[in-house]
């Protein structure tokens, strides 16, 4: 049968190419927001987080957009390169009682990023 | 710095066979974490731990147990292994900076674990 895993969003891009991978996400009072990469085997390694009080952030080659309007996020990678190829996730957290969360977090099925050579 | 550590990296187990899965962490970190990740579920959450000698039930915590004796050690315990159990679990640590909030979890390498 269809593997579960091919449900994932993808997307394939030439390297070189910029990459805008996009997260929608549920919880209006979340306050903080991660993106990890996970490549085959390995566990997920973190990129870039931002904040809900903020609405851009960048790192190197990579760029976090913050939509609170709309609930959307997204991750920009310039010059794409195959080392990029990954499944990529994105995470929010919520504020619990107290105004702490533990680091709980609510993650995103993942996108799957193909880069061609 | 080793980071996150996780041991075994696989087993294979028979239906009501019980394991325990190790995680150490040389951060220094307070909180820790086991997830499990199947296909196109994501990640989610099996129980955590704010501190030694503290858990606390996450969101799939049925099946599993967990212990912190250590602040560098949380061990995932299955005492009676099922098929739903196959899974790849990975282990995670965080840090409460000054302030309130706790700061990006970092991940292990993961267990891959099938139950037969």
Redesign the interface.
């Given at each position: 049968g269809e593997?579960?895993?091919l449900?994932?969003p993808t997307l394939s891009v030439q390297e070189g190419d910029n990459s805008i991978i996009n997260c929608a996400y549920s919880n209006s009072a979340s306050d903080?927001f991660?993106w990890?990469k996970q490549e085959s085997?390995?566990?997920?390694?973190?990129i870039i987080?931002i904040r809900s009080n903020m609405d851009k952030r960048q790192g190197q080659r990579v760029t976090v957009l913050l939509n609170k309007t709309v609930k959307h996020l997204s991750l920009q990678i310039a010059a794409t390169q195959p080392g990029d190829s990954a499944v990529y996730?994105c995470?929010e957290r919520s504020q619990g009682a107290?105004?702490?969360?533990?680091?709980?977090?609510t993650?995103?099925?993942?996108t799957i990023l193909t880069v061609h050579p | 710095n080793a980071g996150?550590t996780q041991t075994p990296k696989f087993r294979v187990l028979k239906t009501g066979q019980s394991m325990t899965l190790l995680c150490a962490q040389d951060m220094n970190h307070e909180?820790m974490?086991w997830y499990r990740q199947d296909?196109?579920?994501?990640?989610?959450?099996i129980h955590?731990s704010?501190g030694e000698g503290t858990t606390a039930k996450?969101e799939v915590p049925d099946g599993y147990n967990v212990s912190r004796l250590k602040k560098q050690n949380f061990l995932l315990g299955l005492e009676s292994a099922a098929p739903s159990q196959t899974s790849v679990y990975?282990c995670?640590s965080?840090s409460r900076t000054s302030g309130?909030?706790?700061?990006?979890?970092?991940?292990?390498?993961?267990t891959r674990l099938l139950v037969l």
């Open positions: 593997s579960v895993g449900h994932l903080y991660i990890y085997g390995k566990g997920p390694q973190f987080d996730f995470a107290g105004g702490t969360s533990y680091g709980k977090l993650f995103g099925q993942g | 996150v909180y974490y296909p196109g579920m994501g990640l989610r959450l955590y704010v996450g990975f995670a965080s309130r909030s706790v700061e990006t979890p970092y991940f292990g390498p993961g």
